[in-house]
């Protein structure tokens, strides 16, 4: 009997211990589910950040890191079926996106303006510079229809409009100098200027820094005037010249090619604007003053670019602190029409050309050829004839 009582109790010692290392260690809330982690969501489109609940800070650090997934370079199929190259970035888009005109936004580059909503979604982004020692920058959208929140929004200079006539965009600005008036009035220029049905303001910053507009809206006024939002043939057939993700442009097939990991664009904006390379993804990516990253305010998203382009352009001085810049063949008055192409850590010098208001601006290799540029967006950055920038 003791023999049998000592098999039992090894029998049920047995299953005690079964049973605790089968347990489930994870972690549980008092009412005894599970511990959910919390999730904090991005801002959304449209919603304004308060001062009471401010938005995290987001991170510095560019994407990329060791547990980052490794970048997908097969992109020689669509991802889905009827889906086409986009003029803009070489990336796939969905045939409607790419038949539709883009927008083109004027928008602001000082602290008081920053972040803006959206700004993570251009596909193009040109800076130049202003009156007073600032610069704006020129934000051309596509698929730009159901953004709720672009902005914010300000004043056109004319150099800003030609570079919009390049992609047939609807350009969009809230007033502007004198001198834009003729230009916006032909009949080939189509812009919205603060029409109310698309533009709209709100308190969560001081003016001139609250005017905002959303998709619907302008898509609404474009139709009530009846333009088209369909290419109307004004354009050359092709803007930039693209490489494959699977085949890049590396640049290695030119002697002259430097290393680049920094493009330092502080002494040309008064925003001390500046773009470092992460090898890891292959971008650089946007800051300004002291290591502060260019963000999104609505997903907190850093800007960054697969191309980047500096491009020197003549600029004369027309009063009261206005500037006008030659855009076109003919005006360059004795400015060298030179630039910078950076792209996948290297950099390469070119020259530009620009025949007439709707053509491409085009940039050609030490040997005349067109250059061509990395599937991804671009940035374009405008400099005077005498500024000098740096890079390392």
């Not at 000082?110 to 040109?126: G, K, M, V």
């Not at 002291?290 to 697969?306: I, P, R």
């Not at 030659?326 to 910078?340: A, T």
């Amino acid at each position: 009997m003791k023999r049998v009582k000592l098999l039992l109790l090894l029998l049920t010692l047995s299953a005690l211990l079964l049973a605790a290392c089968g347990k489930d260690d994870t972690p549980t809330e008092d009412n005894g589910g599970p511990i959910t982690p919390e999730v904090i969501n991005p801002v959304e489109s449209g919603e304004n950040p308060s001062e009471e609940t401010p938005a995290a800070e987001p991170s510095t650090e560019p994407a990329g890191g060791e547990d980052s997934e490794p970048v997908s370079t097969d992109d020689s199929v669509p991802p889905q079926e009827g889906m086409v190259r986009s003029l803009l970035t070489n990336e796939w888009v969905d045939a409607d996106v790419a038949s539709t005109r883009p927008i083109a936004v004027m928008t602001p580059n000082e602290n008081a303006a920053l972040p803006l909503y959206n700004i993570s979604q251009a596909s193009i982004l040109y800076e130049a510079p202003v009156e007073g020692g600032m610069s704006r920058t020129l934000a051309v959208y596509e698929g730009w229809e159901n953004l709720e929140k672009i902005g914010n929004v300000r004043s056109l200079r004319t150099y800003f409009a030609y570079l919009a006539l390049e992609w047939d965009a609807f350009i969009v600005h809230v007033g502007g100098p004198y001198y834009v008036n003729d230009l916006l009035a032909r009949n080939d220029v189509q812009d919205l200027d603060e029409d109310h049905t698309a533009f709209f303001r709100d308190d969560n910053r001081k003016a001139p820094h609250n005017c905002y507009i959303n998709g619907a809206g302008v898509k609404k006024v474009i139709e009530s005037r009846n333009w088209s939002l369909s290419y109307r043939g004004l354009t050359d057939d092709h803007h930039f010249l693209f490489a494959s993700k699977a085949e890049p442009n590396t640049l290695d097939q030119y002697a002259s090619a430097q290393s680049v990991k920094k493009i330092d664009m502080s002494s040309c904006y008064s925003m001390h604007p500046y773009l470092e390379y992460n090898e890891e993804d292959g971008l650089y990516y946007r800051y300004y003053g002291s290591g502060k990253a260019y963000t999104d305010a609505v997903n907190g998203e850093q800007l960054a670019f697969k191309n980047v382009l500096v491009q020197r352009t003549h600029t004369e001085d027309l009063g009261d602190g206005y500037l006008v810049m030659g855009m076109h063949d003919g005006s360059e008055k004795g400015c060298k029409k030179e630039g910078w192409y950076f792209t996948n850590g290297k950099m390469i010098k070119v020259t530009w050309s620009k025949p007439s208001d709707f053509s491409a601006t085009r940039y050609y290799d030490e040997n005349g050829n067109e250059i061509t540029l990395n599937t991804g967006k671009t940035m374009i950055m405008l400099i005077k004839d005498n500024d000098t920038f740096s890079y390392e």
